[in-house]
């Protein structure tokens, strides 16, 4: 099993839309909770961390169930510019301070006009 | 201003050819990964390192070597003996605090 497991997608959704991705991560050493955002042919970037309590940046919202190893990003009234893969990321402890940063496969979306 | 850097951005090679990618930082972050992509796949993590002269296998590291003499450098050799070397390679840093990962642009190794 991977450690860290998205829908592949891709999600096709209209302007406007509310569109929901899903991530479950299997090792529950995972200390920290990232989405990160690629773009065609370039390189990741910082979405938006995860914390416990949920939180919320402009259209972007994500959510961490610990208990269950879920993560969850939910992107509001979605633009053009949203198109991109969104890859679900979790630090895994590995007996330093610094982790193993695993990625998951990524998430296509494709906002229409 | 500081960032990651990596080159080149495109690469070309003979197949049985030894080539290193260079990872240069000057964000003194302690913690630099290398990452390899597949076309449509998401990123596997091939080596990182914690600290200068240390540095820990990932996921697939068969077939590459790395080194870390320096904090601010971390090149990784792609070997003959890694079957299948043509991808899109990423280096990150970050530093101890497990918060955001910095990546530089990319190379683009082509083996024909």
């Known amino acids: 099993r991977k450690e860290v497991e998205q829908d592949p997608g891709p999600f096709n959704v209209p302007e406007g839309a509310t569109v929901a991705f899903n991530c479950t991560y299997s090792n529950s050493a995972s200390q920290s909770f990232f989405w990160y955002r690629q773009d065609c042919r370039k390189e990741p970037k910082l979405l938006m961390s995860?914390?416990?309590s949920g939180n919320e940046d402009g259209r972007f919202t994500a959510q961490l169930n610990r208990a269950s190893q879920y993560i969850s990003l939910l992107i509001r009234d979605s633009k053009l510019s949203d198109s991109a893969t969104y890859l679900c990321?979790?630090?895994?402890?590995?007996?330093?301070?610094?982790?193993?940063?695993?990625f998951g496969q990524g998430t296509i979306l494709t906002v229409h006009p | 201003d500081g960032g990651i850097t990596q080159s080149p951005k495109y690469l070309f090679r003979k197949e049985g050819q030894n080539v290193t990618l260079s990872c240069e930082q000057n964000?003194?972050?302690?913690?630099m990964y290398w990452y390899r992509q597949d076309p449509g796949q998401g990123l596997r993590l091939i080596y990182y390192s914690h600290i200068v002269n240390d540095f820990q296998k990932g996921d697939i590291a068969e077939g590459y070597s790395v080194s870390r003499e320096k904090k601010e450098s971390f090149p990784l050799t792609v070997t003959s003996a890694q079957k299948n070397p043509t991808a899109f390679y990423l280096c990150?840093?970050?530093?101890?605090?497990?918060?955001?990962?910095?990546f530089g642009q990319g190379t683009r190794l082509t083996v024909v």
């Open positions: 990150a840093s970050k530093t101890v605090s497990g918060t955001e990962a910095f």
């Open positions: 995860v914390y416990s």
């Open positions: 964000l003194n972050h302690d913690a």
């Open positions: 990321v979790v630090n895994i402890m590995s007996g330093t301070s610094y982790g193993k940063l695993t």
